[in-house]
């Protein structure tokens, strides 16, 4: 079974500081998916990379993948308060059609 | 384009109760999923559908059954609920096998 970790769990920061959220996997992976949930919300579509060294940015929010290190990074860039959430990273294992998610990243930025 | 639909919004049960969520997408999408999300845990993957007529187990299948007879509906039935299965549960489409998920509003399910 694909086991899919992300750190931290938890993340406060401050107005236009920039961090990143990592997400790790276990086995090969041939997608990668990121999920914005708001808190009593369904989850938001972010980014699906496809590849190694895909990279897709949208707005302060920067993804990207290394599949032979099974490490894909969600990078913050001078972070507002509207992007606290909890983001979710989620892995397709090669070749099957279903998904494994991570538990999730609570973030809350500070003003 | 409503979109992921889904219902009832909430749900109490009894144990041993059985009932079927209902899910409906008018996106004309192959893909179709149900997930569960409990505190910490994350959304585990229950059932999913490649296309009409066609189902496969996920993560966490007992318990659960599902049925594709048509493109648009995919609902999830709990034969005898259970504690265990209090939760949010989560329906979602796509196009294709799976590339972007539109995820409904969610099921807030308890089982006393």
């Known amino acids: 079974e694909l086991k899919v970790e992300q750190n931290p769990l938890f993340l406060s920061m401050q107005e236009g500081k920039n961090y990143t959220i990592y997400c790790n996997y276990s086995t090969t992976s041939d997608r990668l998916y990121w999920y914005r949930q708001d808190p009593g919300k369904s989850l938001e579509s972010l980014f699906v990379?496809?590849?190694?060294?895909a990279v897709k940015q949208e707005g302060r929010l920067m993804a990207s993948l290394d599949t032979k290190a099974r490490l894909s990074t969600l990078h913050i860039t001078a972070a507002v308060h509207d992007l606290s959430a909890t983001y979710f990273c989620a892995v397709r294992q090669t070749g099957a059609n279903n998904l494994f998610f991570g538990t999730g990243t609570r973030l809350t930025v500070i003003p | 384009n409503a979109g992921v639909t889904q219902t009832p919004k909430f749900q109490v049960l009894k144990t041993g109760q059985s009932m079927t969520l209902q899910c409906a997408q008018d996106?004309?999408?192959?893909?179709m999923s149900w997930y569960r999300q409990d505190p910490g845990m994350g959304l585990r993957l229950i059932h999913y559908?490649?296309?009409?007529?066609?189902?496969d187990q996920g993560e966490v299948p007992n318990g659960y059954n599902v049925s594709r007879s048509t493109t648009e509906d995919f609902p999830l039935r709990l034969l005898s609920a259970a504690p265990s299965q209090t939760s949010v549960y989560f329906c979602?489409?796509?196009?294709?096998?799976?590339?972007?998920?539109?995820f409904g509003p969610g099921t807030r399910l308890t089982v006393l």
């Open positions: 990379l496809l590849s190694n060294g």
């Open positions: 559908s490649v296309g009409a007529g066609i189902t």
């Open positions: 996106m004309n999408h192959e893909y």
């Open positions: 979602a489409s796509s196009y294709g096998v799976p590339n972007e998920q539109f």
